[in-house]
């Protein structure tokens, strides 16, 4: 399949569509119609339509518009994207559309297409173009994830040792959870930050913590973007044999910082079956992010938990947290707005942390 910015697109006027001289109108030509869109993916989906038997030989291409659908909240100064024209030797339908160039995942779109007949002489007789149909790409499979996974890996360095999770907020937050909640943080769901494609953006409920130490210290930083007040709660209280650990996201934010989104959750939780479905599963005893390992130099049983020194963790938990478990205190360091990755947005230049279908 190759571009074809030639033709006509299906909102330009009768009188456009006379001045493009490589293209005769035919009646005969019959208009797709009763288009179907199936096995979408992230970059590819399959396109069919309904043609009568009587003109099939005659059909020797299949021109097909795609546009992104606008969004009305978008920037109506920033340059829109330009329009997808294709042109496809007429094939047995289904047909398959693919193409991470132009096709993003979690993105609506609009398709339309035309049947073509080429002439001896070059031209194409086309027939009008079909009603335009919507549909929605899907979000990264677990084989996309996989090659995140991967990338991920390549970058995230030496384990150290860590011995608590914590969670910043603001003081009104931990009121709330107390005096509304039961005393409980409660999961909420996960907001658009990292990856466009992300499975669980948007779907995912879990509440977010933070694992990463201070090189000279080996104790969490003093300094937060999300609140100066901290939940502290032992590694062992949310990571242990009987939690399952998954691979969520790898990003960054047009600086030099890398994430990685990891999920814990409780064997056989709700969260559990909804990771298990759409995301990669991690050995927790052997990964390059985050280990619960037992020490078995102490001979007593008790677990070592090491966290990757090279990548920024933010791990998402996905039940509910009794502050009873743990300390709430305020830290002695400030509150560091910019570092928040708050519906933070992936950048798309970045080779470290992109792979090759969509952002």
């Known amino acids: 399949m190759r571009r074809q ?6 909102d330009q006027t009768e009188s456009n569509k006379s001045q493009d001289s490589s293209i005769v109108e035919m009646e005969e030509l019959p208009v797709p119609q009763n288009i179907k869109i199936s096995n979408i993916t992230c970059d590819s989906f399959k396109i069919c339509w309904d043609m009568e038997p009587r003109v099939k030989e005659r059909i020797t291409h299949y021109f097909i518009d795609l546009n992104k659908k606008e969004n009305k909240n978008s920037n109506k100064f920033k340059h829109k994207d330009v329009p997808t024209k294709l042109v496809a030797k007429a094939v047995p339908l289904p047909m398959t559309v693919r193409g991470h160039w132009f096709l993003s995942p979690r993105t609506e779109y609009t398709v339309a297409v035309q049947t073509a007949s080429k002439q001896s002489d070059g031209d194409y007789a086309v027939s009008e173009w079909s ?4 549909f929605t790409t899907a979000d990264y499979s677990t084989v996309h994830l996989t090659q995140l996974l991967e990338k ?6 030496r384990m150290l040792r860590f011995s608590v999770f914590y969670r910043n907020q603001n003081k009104e937050y931990f ?3 107390r005096e509304v909640h039961g005393n409980h943080m409660l999961p909420a769901v996960k907001d658009n930050s990292g990856s466009h494609g992300s499975p669980i953006s948007g779907k995912l409920k879990g509440l977010y913590f933070s694992c990463n130490t201070e090189f000279n210290t080996g104790k969490p930083p003093q ?13 062992e209280t949310l990571f242990n044999p009987k939690t399952n650990l998954y691979f969520g996201d790898f990003y960054c934010m047009y600086t030099a910082y890398h994430y990685v989104i990891l999920v814990l959750a409780p064997q056989g939780s709700p969260g559990d079956d909804f ?6 599963a991690l050995d927790i005893t052997n990964n390059h992010f985050l ?7 102490a001979g007593d049983g008790a677990l070592v938990f090491r966290h990757a020194q090279d990548v920024i963790l933010e791990v998402i938990y996905t039940e509910p947290v009794d502050l009873a478990l743990g300390t ?19 950048d798309p230049s970045c080779k470290t942390c992109n792979i090759s279908v969509g952002r």
Do not use: W
């Open 5 to 10: 910015e030639k033709h006509t697109a299906p």
């Open 131 to 134: 009603e335009i149909i919507d």
């Open 152 to 157: 991920a890996e390549v970058i995230a360095g």
């Open 175 to 177: 009121d709330q959870a």
């Open 223 to 235: 300094d937060s973007p999300y609140g100066r007040t901290r939940f502290e709660i032992q590694a």
């Open 275 to 280: 990771c298990k479905a759409r995301l990669q």
């Open 291 to 297: 280990t619960c390992t037992v020490d078995e130099e």
């Open 328 to 346: 709430v205190a305020e830290i002695s360091g400030h509150q560091l707005m910019s570092l928040s990755t708050v519906n933070a947005k992936k």
